[in-house]
């Protein structure tokens, strides 16, 4: 895959900050930077040129934002669908960086996603979870975005909560620091990613494993991100692992001991050397358990020289759902869940179908689709009072 072809998209503040910082990155030349929100000085923050920025809902919010409605992020992008289609049009792959709990990230990414999926472009989605101070309506609107529709769409999702940073920072630290030392870690991180899916010279990972480790409903992950350079000498590998490990959206070294499987990236300059690439990943050895799945990439481009950078992304998977293990077919790469149980005779409980009503978000309030008497919009099971057989017996009262 060409670089050139690779495209990150920066939604809402949050995203447009790390477009921002990944623009100030020379390693980032080849990548095509653009950025997406309906605040006009979010967009401003992406230092990007106007043909690169959409600002959507112009004509209706005035570029003064959602604040805070999801259903006005659905409808701001809904009506830039053309927009966007020509702002990520002839991609190879997308990425979509966010910080979710907002209007705009969270009811915008799923429409770039569902334009993305309609132009036949895989979609990678890169968004932190808001911090615990910011509230309760933050963190229900973002993990509802992530449940509803990021993970439903996306082909992989990468979702880390902004509160690691207090594993690391100080009570003292500023708030501007914290966020700050987020977007740089999230903008590696987006770098490290789009490396890792392009053609590795050295190692590549394949996308499809990728897709399948991350395609996850239930899944939280942490990132870390070493830099060394040159001047560290001989011991650059061992530099770069050790900022790795104290990154502050990694949680610590535990993160990786404890996780059902790590994404590891390398990239380095062209003097990057063979005995470099088996010293890290020897390390990251040391910390990963055998049953964990891995995934490593590593690569060399003339942007990278004089630089070595590590990064890894730790998964943890939710014990309640089963956990497919990539390349490997039948029962044999699955995982009991440990909310089943098993009858006498080896049978699994099966759960529930989750017929849960779903609302139609924006389309609420448009004209109903009535024929005989029944709108057509509402599920026949529901419109036809059915009664759910979930094989279990039924009480009598």
Not at 242 to 248: A, D, G, I, Q
Request: hydrophobic share 40%; aromatic share 4%; charged share 20%.
């Amino acid at each position: 895959m060409e670089k050139e072809k690779f495209t990150i998209m920066g939604v809402g503040g949050a995203g447009c900050r790390v477009i921002g910082t990944l623009r100030q990155m020379s390693a980032a030349e080849k990548i095509r930077l653009v950025a997406a929100d309906t605040d006009r000085s979010g967009l401003e923050s992406s230092g990007l040129p106007a043909d690169r920025c959409l600002l959507a809902g112009e004509m209706w919010r005035g570029g003064r934002g959602c604040g805070g409605n999801v259903g006005d992020g659905q409808i701001a992008f809904g009506r830039a669908r053309t927009e966007i289609a020509n702002m990520i049009s002839g991609s190879s792959m997308l990425l979509v960086s966010a910080g979710l709990g907002g209007g705009t990230a969270s009811g915008g990414i799923p429409v770039v996603l569902s334009e993305a999926m309609r132009l036949h472009i895989p979609s990678v989605v890169l968004v932190t979870l808001p911090f615990a101070h910011e509230g309760n309506l933050r963190r229900r609107q973002a993990v509802q975005a992530l449940d509803e529709d990021i993970h439903k769409i996306a082909d992989a999702v990468v979702a880390m909560p902004n509160d690691l940073l207090f594993s690391v920072l100080p009570s003292t630290a500023p708030l501007a620091e914290a966020f700050r030392m987020a977007d740089e870690q999230v903008a590696r991180t987006a770098l490290a990613l789009s490396e890792l899916l392009c053609a590795g010279n050295l190692l590549n990972a394949d996308f499809s494993a990728f897709s399948a480790l991350l395609k996850r409903r239930k899944s939280r992950c942490s990132l870390g991100v070493g830099v060394s350079r040159t001047e560290d000498g001989a011991r650059r590998p061992e530099i770069a692992f050790e900022e790795m490990l104290c990154s502050p959206l990694l949680g610590g070294a535990s993160s990786l001991t404890e996780a059902d499987a790590v994404i590891f990236s390398l990239l380095g300059g062209p003097e990057l050397a063979v005995g470099d690439v088996q010293a890290v990943f020897s390390l990251a050895e040391r910390y990963t358990r055998p049953e964990t799945v891995m995934l490593t990439s590593a690569s060399t481009a003339p942007e990278w020289k004089g630089m070595l950078q590590f990064s890894a992304v730790a998964i943890k998977f939710d014990r309640q759902e089963e956990i497919a293990v990539p390349g490997k077919g039948g029962s044999g790469g699955r995982r009991q869940s440990e909310q089943g149980s098993l009858f006498g005779d080896g049978a699994v409980e099966q759960p529930a179908l989750p017929f849960d009503h779903v609302s139609k978000g924006i389309m609420e309030s448009t004209q109903k689709v009535v024929w005989n008497g029944e709108d057509l919009d509402i599920p026949t099971y529901i419109r036809r009072n059915a009664v759910i057989d979930n094989g279990q017996p039924v009480r009598k009262k």
